[in-house]
């Protein structure tokens, strides 16, 4: 469920463009002694489109600034994964808490095929041909942890390459891996 997206616009400086979509809100009362106490979640995801990709999770009285905090998160947690042209370089999976995440490779011109939470981080993170599965328990934030936690444990292609060619030294492969 997106319900807004954040565009910035332009940097000044020239660099890539970093957008923000709220995947996922929700209220939370708490009962006290004068009544509800209500507060509000939102998951927030960001990206460049070109490789980097963040997630956070802000909590406030208002919905307008659990965004702002999940934005803030986000980008304190961002992360950039290698891509293979629009695609990526391998299959991978992984889970986090009852939730378990399948990603695959697809030919250029396949499109993504994924469900919404996993579709937004592919998306932000510029994958533009992909299929993923969200597999067990369909919670959203546990989702887009698991799907951070899978694109997290990808490979480059080029490094590996090289790594078995034995070009690296070991300094730079205790940099690269």
Same mark, same amino acid.
């Given at each position: 469920?997106?319900?807004?997206?954040?565009?910035?616009?332009?940097?000044?400086?020239?660099?890539?463009?970093?957008?923000?979509?709220?995947?996922?809100?929700?209220?939370?009362?708490?009962?006290?002694?004068?009544?509800?106490?209500?507060?509000?979640?939102?998951?927030?995801?960001?990206?460049?489109?070109?490789?980097?990709?963040?997630?956070?999770?802000?909590?406030?009285?208002?919905?307008?600034?659990?965004?702002?905090?999940?934005?803030?998160?986000?980008?304190?947690?961002?992360?950039?994964?290698? !891509?293979?042209?629009?695609?990526?370089?391998?299959?991978?999976? $992984? @889970?986090?808490? #009852?939730?378990?995440? &399948?990603?695959? =490779? %697809?030919?250029?011109?396949?499109?993504?095929?994924?469900?919404?939470?996993?579709?937004?981080?592919?998306?932000?993170?510029?994958?533009?041909?992909?299929?993923?599965?969200? !597999?067990?328990?369909?919670?959203?934030?546990?989702?887009?942890? $698991? @799907?951070?936690? #899978?694109?997290?444990? &990808?490979?480059? =292609? %080029?490094?590996?390459?090289?790594?078995?060619?034995?070009?690296?030294?070991?300094?730079?492969?205790?940099?690269?891996?």
């Amino acid at each position: 469920m997106m319900y807004r997206n954040r565009n910035p616009g332009p940097t000044t400086d020239g660099g890539p463009v970093i957008t923000e979509k709220v995947v996922y809100t929700r209220r939370i009362s708490k009962v006290v002694k004068g009544g509800r106490h209500l507060r509000f979640n939102a998951l927030v995801v960001i990206g460049d489109g070109e490789g980097m990709v963040g997630a956070g999770l802000g909590k406030a009285s208002a919905i307008p600034d659990a965004v702002r905090k999940g934005g803030a998160t986000a980008r304190k947690k961002s992360m950039t994964i290698p !891509l293979n042209g629009s695609t990526i370089p391998q299959e991978t999976s $992984a @889970t986090f808490g #009852a939730s378990l995440v &399948l990603i695959k =490779p %697809a030919p250029q011109g396949t499109g993504l095929i994924a469900s919404g939470p996993v579709r937004a981080v592919l998306d932000a993170a510029g994958v533009k041909d992909a299929v993923a599965k969200s !597999l067990r328990s369909r919670n959203p934030i546990n989702v887009i942890y $698991a @799907t951070l936690k #899978a694109l997290g444990e &990808l490979k480059d =292609p %080029a490094v590996e390459l090289a790594k078995r060619k034995g070009h690296l030294n070991p300094k730079e492969e205790s940099a690269a891996g």
